[in-house]
Each structure stands twice: as C-alpha cells, then as structure tokens.
C-alpha cells in the first residue's frame, strides 16, 4: 500500500512537471486573455497547525451571482485533484461566476503524505453536523467538532462567499458521491466525467453533510478519482463537468440516489 502510494506520488509530481513544461504555449493563451478578465486574487483563509497557509485563489468578480468553490486535497495522501485545480487556473471564468480555488485545506498532510493533519485528525470527520467522536486513528475525528484551524478556514471561507456549487476531491473510490443538495448538479458532474454516480452511506462530521445541512439551495459533493493521477484525456473532462457546475447545469431528479454505495 505504502509502496502504492509512493507511485501514485511520483506519478502525480510527473503529471504536475508535464503541465508545467507546457507552460509557454499555455502562458501565451493567458496573456492574450488577461485584458478581458480580472486576474485572480491570493487570498491566506487560515494557516494549518504547522503554520503552513491555506490558500485561495479568487478569479471572477465578487460581485458575481453565483461562486464555486473546488477542494484539490483535503486528505493529504488522495491529492490527484491537485492537477485539476491547476487546469482550471488557465480557464476563463463565465461572466457573472465567481470561481475559488482551494488547492490544499490540508498542507501538512500533503507534505507528510498522510490522510490527516498534523494532529493525526481526519479533517472531513471534523465538521460539525451530526459530529460524532471517531477514535480509529485512521478516521480519528479529533477531540471535539471543528477542533481543527483547517476546519476552521474551510468553514470560514464557504460561509463568507455561499458556493452555489462546492467540489471536494478525493481517492480513491472511482465514482461521484451525490452527498445531498441538489443531487442533479452532482449527477451532471459524474455524467461529464466519465464518473459513477451515486450516494455513500452515512458518515458523521462531514464537509459535505454540514454544508447542504446548513446552508439551502446549494450543493457540496465529492469527487472520488481513480487511483493513480489523473489522465490528460480524463483531465479535459473534469475542466469540462466545473465549467458545467459554472453554468448551473444539472440533470434528473434532486433527491433520488441512482444507487447507494458502503462509504468504507
Ligand atoms: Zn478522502
């Protein structure tokens, strides 16, 4: 597993210095783009328990109507979204959107290539609807709901700007999880990428259970890559299945799951 791990690493680092070494045709596109749109804004949400900032990166207006917002990596050793994150840097935002970009909620974990920070606490157990104390370390929910400032700034940041839409990726379960919300926009996002979708069965002191709870008429849902990084091919349609999410696409039924999946 751990030797797994190490390749799904190198394979990710391989994917990120390829997209890099496609930087000047890509870069040119930009600057030609640059006159018609604001370019983003570095925004520090928090820090980690190590100190390491959480960043955000803000493209679009504020005055915009509609915010998505997408999580790269939030458990630290499920971290492919990060080269998803990265492609979306170089694509234009629709009129009347505005799109946050969180690479890393997690960044000691990402350094460490652990699930959980630095305090060894599974963040997306940390969340404070129906939190429950988790003691297996692998899912250790921390002492007490949002125990943790990663937790925190993640809160902070969805409760200032209301994401319409809110997109966490993870490893390595292969499918969509139509967490609650409008269980349509999630669908529209497996349909576009190429993703099963479906409903997990119930986990406590999640990111997503807090945030359809608390906050109506928007949906957070999770996005469960394949093992291994991303391939260009599947790449292009995750761009595809945000740009749709910042159209305000959808499809079928709000509530029905088109199947029920064990979480773990
Ligand atoms: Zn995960």
Same mark, same amino acid.
């Given at each position: 597993?751990?030797?797994?791990?190490?390749?799904?690493?190198?394979?990710?680092?391989?994917?990120?210095?390829?997209?890099?070494?496609?930087?000047?045709?890509?870069?040119?596109?930009?600057?030609?783009?640059?006159?018609?749109?604001?370019?983003?804004?570095?925004?520090?949400?928090?820090?980690?328990?190590?100190?390491?900032?959480?960043?955000?990166?803000?493209?679009?207006?504020?005055?915009?109507?509609?915010?998505?917002?997408?999580?790269?990596?939030?458990?630290?050793?499920?971290? @492919? %979204? #990060?080269?998803? =994150?990265?492609?979306?840097?170089?694509?234009? !935002?629709?009129? *009347?959107?505005?799109?946050?970009?969180? $690479?890393?909620?997690?960044?000691?974990?990402?350094?460490?290539?652990?699930?959980?920070?630095?305090?060894?606490?599974?963040?997306?157990?940390?969340?404070?609807?129906?939190?429950?104390?988790?003691?297996?370390?692998?899912?250790?929910?921390?002492?007490?709901?949002?125990?943790?400032?990663?937790?925190?700034?993640?809160?902070?940041?969805?409760?200032?700007?209301?994401?319409?839409?809110?997109?966490?990726?993870?490893?390595?379960?292969?499918?969509?999880?139509?967490?609650?919300?409008?269980?349509?926009?999630?669908?529209?996002?497996?349909?576009? @990428? %190429? #993703?099963?979708? =479906?409903?997990?069965?119930?986990?406590?002191? !999640?990111?997503? *259970?807090?945030?359809?709870?608390?906050? $109506?008429?928007?949906?957070?849902?999770?996005?469960?890559?394949?093992?291994?990084?991303?391939?260009?091919?599947?790449?292009?349609?995750?761009?595809?299945?945000?740009?749709?999410?910042?159209?305000?696409?959808?499809?079928?039924?709000?509530?029905?799951?088109?199947?029920?999946?064990?979480?773990?």
């Amino acid at each position: 597993m751990t030797l797994l791990r190490h390749i799904a690493t190198f394979a990710v680092i391989g994917a990120i210095m390829l997209i890099a070494s496609s930087a000047p045709v890509t870069d040119a596109r930009a600057s030609r783009r640059a006159a018609t749109r604001t370019p983003p804004t570095r925004v520090v949400i928090g820090h980690s328990v190590q100190g390491r900032p959480i960043v955000a990166w803000e493209f679009g207006r504020a005055s915009a109507r509609r915010k998505i917002l997408v999580v790269g990596c939030i458990h630290g050793n499920e971290c @492919a %979204g #990060l080269a998803i =994150t990265a492609a979306l840097r170089r694509q234009q !935002v629709p009129n *009347g959107v505005q799109l946050w970009l969180v $690479p890393e909620m997690n960044p000691d974990g990402t350094a460490a290539d652990t699930r959980q920070n630095a305090h060894g606490v599974d963040l997306n157990r940390n969340f404070p609807y129906r939190w429950q104390a988790i003691s297996d370390p692998t899912y250790y929910s921390g002492p007490r709901a949002v125990s943790e400032p990663e937790t925190q700034a993640a809160i902070r940041l969805v409760r200032r700007i209301r994401p319409a839409v809110t997109i966490w990726y993870h490893q390595h379960m292969d499918l969509v999880d139509m967490a609650g919300g409008d269980r349509g926009v999630a669908r529209r996002y497996a349909q576009l @990428a %190429g #993703l099963r979708p =479906t409903c997990l069965t119930f986990l406590s002191g !999640v990111e997503t *259970g807090w945030s359809n709870h608390s906050f $109506p008429g928007t949906t957070s849902f999770v996005v469960e890559l394949p093992a291994g990084p991303v391939a260009s091919d599947a790449l292009a349609r995750h761009v595809r299945a945000v740009m749709a999410m910042e159209l305000g696409q959808r499809s079928g039924s709000a509530t029905r799951c088109d199947s029920i999946t064990p979480a773990a």
